[in-house]
């Protein structure tokens, strides 16, 4: 899998957009980026997940740059709840070890007041 | 809540003990995968089991088994418990091999 590079803490205030960048370089074309956060202890929640194409659901919005060596999760109205590390992977659409999820160290989102 | 349960949520042993932790899947989901989160290591792969049969395995030592059972809930058996075994055991499910994986609320094992 390739590897991800993320920063390793952001502070965002409430209420405002939390814009959490990664970069992935070495990234293969069949490889898709996906974004998971964890909350304290608790399991790693899924967030979103794309290929080439900007994505958007009920939490987030990913940004995948044209060239695909980075992209941006963007969570529109940062609230309390939101802070957690956040995880960016690149995964191989392939089963067996290549469907494994290679977590990095993440960045710790810190939301304010 | 992903539809992942993990059992128990909390586990104290000694060193050289055996226990087992227990994942049931989301309903439909085929594949479970376990994780291991040590304070050191971050959150690590350890083994993937697809309809009862093993699919890929990652830093798993030979102390530690897996197995799937026909209902598709897996067990993960961890024996001759060492101090460093200490840490947050999570399982995943996933439709198939490749789809996205979602997470369980995790076993917390400490060894005293």
């Known amino acids: 899998d390739a590897k991800t590079t993320q920063p390793p803490s952001m502070d965002c205030a409430e209420g405002r957009a939390a814009n959490l960048p990664c970069n992935h370089s070495t990234i293969s074309g069949n490889e898709y980026v996906y974004w998971y956060r964890q909350i304290h202890s608790q399991g790693p929640q899924y967030i979103i997940h794309?290929?080439?194409n900007n994505e958007t659901n009920e939490m987030a919005s990913l940004i995948i740059t044209e060239d695909r060596k980075s992209s941006t999760l963007i969570l529109p109205h940062a609230t309390l709840r939101d802070t957690a590390v956040y995880y960016c992977?690149?995964?191989?659409?392939?089963?067996?070890?290549?469907?494994?999820?290679?977590f990095g160290t993440g960045t710790r989102l810190q939301v304010t007041l | 809540d992903s539809g992942v349960t993990q059992t128990p949520k909390h586990l104290i042993t000694a060193t050289g003990q055996r226990v087992t932790l227990r994942c049931s899947p989301r309903s439909g989901d085929l594949s479970v995968y376990w994780y291991q989160q040590s304070l050191d290591q971050g959150l690590q792969f350890l083994i993937q089991y697809y309809n009862g049969e093993e699919r890929a395995k990652g830093n798993i030592l030979e102390r530690f088994s897996a197995q799937q059972f026909p209902d598709l809930h897996s067990e993960l058996n961890l024996s001759s418990l060492e101090l460093g075994d200490s840490a947050l055991y999570f399982c995943?499910?996933?439709?198939?091999?490749?789809?996205?994986?979602?997470f369980g609320p995790g076993t917390r094992l400490t060894v005293l």
């Open positions: 995943a499910s996933s439709v198939a091999g490749a789809d996205t994986q979602y």
């Open positions: 794309g290929l080439k």
């Open positions: 992977i690149v995964r191989s659409p392939y089963t067996g070890t290549a469907s494994k999820l290679t």
